[in-house]
């Protein structure tokens, strides 16, 4: 009879190991089971009555089981044999009145209540979140699967080769993750009428997954991040409640993940000190019909993210082609380098396109030093020009100690110069007036006065009329920060009679003096000096 007990008992214990060990809850109920069945086996005291010598009723309290306990020795009475015989036969039981059936009344027991269980708050760290992420995806699936299961069901599908090796395929792969129970596939989960339900739950953990895959992006992204990693914050939350809703609604488990997921919103939101405005209350559920409509915010903020994180890989790409030009221009003085020049102003033409403001510092910086080595002859486009008269406008508002012109000995050329201007006046046309330049050209040629006309916005009529004036002898037209043409300022000197000269870059003395006397040097000897 016992073996046949075991051999009955056996499948259900089997079976009732393995829902323990697939689902938490059951672990619990069980372990309460147990201690109430322990509480009932503790040792009570039952109240009893009997009567009296006087025939009243008495109240008795019946000892806890134990062993029998030997009689206190009486006078006249022996102790009893535990075989039944006295162990003398002088003394005699006195005779007694046959006692009545003894009563045992007991005391109602009092409805069992489990004791508080301590449940400690579970830690979720950063790096949890892509296996959380995963399971989600794989309980998105499952519940898909729950809802095709039971329409196969109802359909009359084969169990065997329809629906169990698609059951156990799921069971496999949930296997392989950490603490992953499919509770909508269990065969006690629950069972909606509106099997649509089961898309809803779907569509909660497929956004839920999303948004935590998201967030381990950003969390491994630098704080110029920080809009894009509130904004996922605020998808994830919404993610999580509308999950706890559709479970809710389902009658279905506590779902272990939407717990993690809450718990570590909550935990970052106050470690980073982001309050998370929406959906972390009860009382201010997500709905989980509209998932559909929150996985394409959570995509449409990812793609956005990916754009920019391709946009800044090309454009470090950039940066490092015009370093690399830049680089051969430099090491190779005195050569033309006309496909290294090309390349970099091509290459600054893209950068600018791909949304680096023409004053930024690291390309200003790049080409700072190079900035009075481009060939005149090189057409420069649209942005090539916006980047060089955002260079021209911060060296004109630097400081005069900051800057750093050439310091050379003055050369034989600016002696001559000096000897042709000084006391003349000279007009500028073209970029950001800088003080130090203009300084060291008014000082180094002896000049009386040097005009500087700022060239990107002026037009004829603000240059016109000091190009006229008779004390003025010479005009540099700086051809790589002045908006006008070569031919329209040449138009008013022709007009005027006064001497035109290019300057393709660098305010220099030394520089300024070798482009005068190299292309109107003969005409500015046989100029007659008018005083001033």
Same mark, same amino acid.
Request: glycine share 6%.
């Given at each position: 009879?016992?073996?046949?007990?075991?051999?009955?008992?056996?499948?259900?214990?089997?079976? !009732?190991?393995?829902i323990v060990e697939n689902n938490p809850a059951y672990r619990t109920l069980l372990r309460d089971? &147990?201690?109430?069945?322990?509480?009932?086996?503790?040792?009570?005291?039952?109240?009893?009555?009997?009567?009296?010598?006087?025939?009243?009723?008495?109240?008795?309290?019946?000892?806890?089981?134990?062993?029998?306990?030997?009689?206190?020795?009486?006078?006249?009475?022996?102790?009893?044999?535990?075989?039944?015989?006295?162990?003398?036969?002088?003394t005699k039981l006195a005779p007694s009145t046959p006692a009545k059936p003894v009563r045992f009344?007991?005391?109602?027991?009092?409805?069992?209540?489990?004791?508080?269980?301590?449940?400690?708050?579970?830690?979720?760290?950063?790096?949890?979140?892509?296996?959380?992420?995963?399971?989600?995806?794989?309980?998105?699936?499952?519940?898909?699967?729950?809802?095709?299961?039971?329409?196969?069901?109802?359909?009359?599908?084969?169990?065997?080769?329809?629906?169990?090796?698609?059951?156990?395929?799921?069971?496999?792969?949930?296997?392989? !993750?950490?603490?992953?129970?499919?509770?909508?596939?269990?065969?006690?989960?629950?069972?909606?009428?509106?099997?649509?339900?089961?898309?809803? !739950?779907?569509?909660?953990?497929?956004?839920?997954?999303?948004?935590?895959?998201?967030?381990?992006?950003?969390?491994?992204?630098?704080?110029?991040?920080?809009?894009?990693?509130?904004?996922?914050?605020?998808?994830?939350?919404?993610?999580?409640?509308?999950?706890?809703?559709?479970?809710?609604?389902?009658?279905?488990?506590?779902?272990?993940?939407?717990?993690?997921?809450?718990?570590?919103?909550?935990?970052?939101?106050?470690?980073?000190?982001?309050?998370?405005?929406?959906?972390?209350?009860?009382?201010?559920?997500?709905?989980?019909? &509209?998932?559909?409509?929150?996985?394409?915010?959570?995509?449409?903020?990812?793609?956005?993210?990916?754009?920019?994180?391709?946009?800044?890989?090309?454009?470090?790409?950039?940066?490092?082609?015009?370093?690399?030009?830049?680089?051969?221009?430099?090491?190779?003085?005195?050569?033309?380098?006309?496909?290294?020049?090309?390349?970099?102003?091509?290459?600054?033409?893209?950068?600018?396109?791909?949304?680096?403001?023409?004053?930024?510092?690291?390309?200003?910086? !790049?080409?700072?030093?190079?900035?009075?080595?481009?060939?005149?002859?090189?057409?420069?486009?649209?942005?090539?020009?916006?980047?060089?008269?955002?260079?021209?406008?911060?060296?004109?508002?630097?400081?005069?100690?900051?800057?750093?012109?050439?310091?050379?000995?003055?050369?034989?050329?600016?002696?001559?110069?000096?000897?042709?201007?000084?006391?003349? +006046?000279?007009?500028?046309?073209?970029?950001?007036?800088?003080?130090?330049?203009?300084?060291?050209? +008014?000082?180094?040629?002896?000049?009386?006065?040097?005009?500087?006309?700022? &060239?990107?916005?002026?037009?004829?009529?603000?240059?016109?009329?000091?190009?006229?004036?008779?004390?003025?002898?010479?005009?540099?037209?700086?051809?790589?920060?002045?908006?006008? &043409?070569?031919?329209?300022?040449?138009?008013?000197?022709?007009?005027?009679?006064?001497?035109?000269?290019?300057?393709?870059?660098?305010y220099s003395p030394n520089l300024v003096a070798f482009h005068m006397l190299s292309q109107v040097?003969?005409?500015?000897?046989?100029?007659?000096?008018?005083?001033?």
């Open positions: 009879m016992h073996d046949d007990l075991m051999a009955a008992f056996k499948p259900v214990i089997d079976q !009732l190991q393995t089971l &147990g201690k109430a069945l322990l509480v009932l086996t503790e040792e009570t005291s039952v109240t009893t009555s009997a009567p009296t010598a006087d025939g009243q009723s008495a109240t008795l309290v019946e000892r806890p089981f134990s062993a029998p306990l030997a009689p206190e020795a009486t006078p006249g009475v022996s102790k009893p044999d535990l075989n039944g015989a006295s162990d003398s036969t002088e009344v007991a005391t109602p027991a009092q409805p069992y209540t489990p004791p508080p269980v301590w449940r400690p708050t579970p830690v979720v760290m950063d790096e949890d979140l892509p296996m959380i992420a995963a399971r989600c995806r794989l309980k998105a699936e499952g519940a898909r699967w729950a809802a095709m299961r039971q329409r196969l069901l109802d359909a009359g599908a084969d169990y065997e080769t329809e629906i169990d090796p698609h059951s156990r395929d799921l069971i496999t792969r949930a296997k392989l !993750l950490t603490d992953c129970f499919l509770w909508m596939c269990h065969r006690d989960g629950p069972t909606p009428s509106d099997l649509g339900q089961y898309e809803d !739950l779907a569509g909660c953990f497929d956004a839920a997954a999303m948004a935590l895959m998201l967030l381990d992006k950003l969390l491994k992204k630098p704080e110029d991040e920080q809009d894009a990693f509130e904004q996922a914050l605020d998808f994830t939350a919404e993610a999580q409640s509308a999950l706890r809703g559709v479970i809710a609604a389902m009658e279905g488990y506590a779902d272990t993940d939407q717990a993690r997921i809450f718990t570590w919103l909550r935990t970052t939101g106050a470690t980073r000190q982001i309050l998370i405005q929406r959906y972390m209350r009860r009382d201010d559920p997500a709905d989980p019909t &509209g998932c559909d409509a929150l996985q394409r915010r959570i995509q449409a903020l990812d793609e956005k993210l990916q754009l920019v994180e391709n946009r800044s890989k090309r454009r470090q790409s950039l940066y490092n082609k015009l370093r690399y030009h830049l680089k051969l221009i430099q090491e190779n003085p005195g050569q033309d380098r006309p496909h290294d020049w090309r390349k970099t102003i091509e290459t600054i033409e893209e950068l600018v396109d791909n949304g680096v403001p023409a004053s930024n510092r690291e390309l200003r910086d !790049l080409l700072l030093p190079m900035i009075d080595d481009l060939p005149e002859a090189l057409e420069l486009p649209k942005n090539c020009q916006l980047v060089l008269r955002e260079i021209d406008r911060f060296l004109s508002e630097r400081p005069a100690k900051l800057e750093i012109p050439n310091t050379a000995s003055p050369t034989g050329e600016v002696q001559r110069v000096a000897e042709l201007l000084r006391g003349r +006046t000279v007009v500028l046309i073209g970029g950001e007036r800088r003080s130090w330049a203009a300084d060291a050209l +008014t000082q180094a040629f002896g000049l009386n006065q040097l005009i500087w006309i700022e &060239g990107h916005d002026q037009s004829y009529a603000d240059f016109e009329p000091q190009v006229a004036r008779p004390e003025v002898a010479v005009v540099i037209l700086a051809i790589r920060w002045s908006r006008h &043409g070569f031919g329209e300022v040449k138009e008013f000197c022709d007009r005027y009679d006064k001497l035109l000269v290019r300057l393709p870059g660098g040097g003969e005409r500015l000897a046989k100029l007659e000096l008018v005083a001033p």
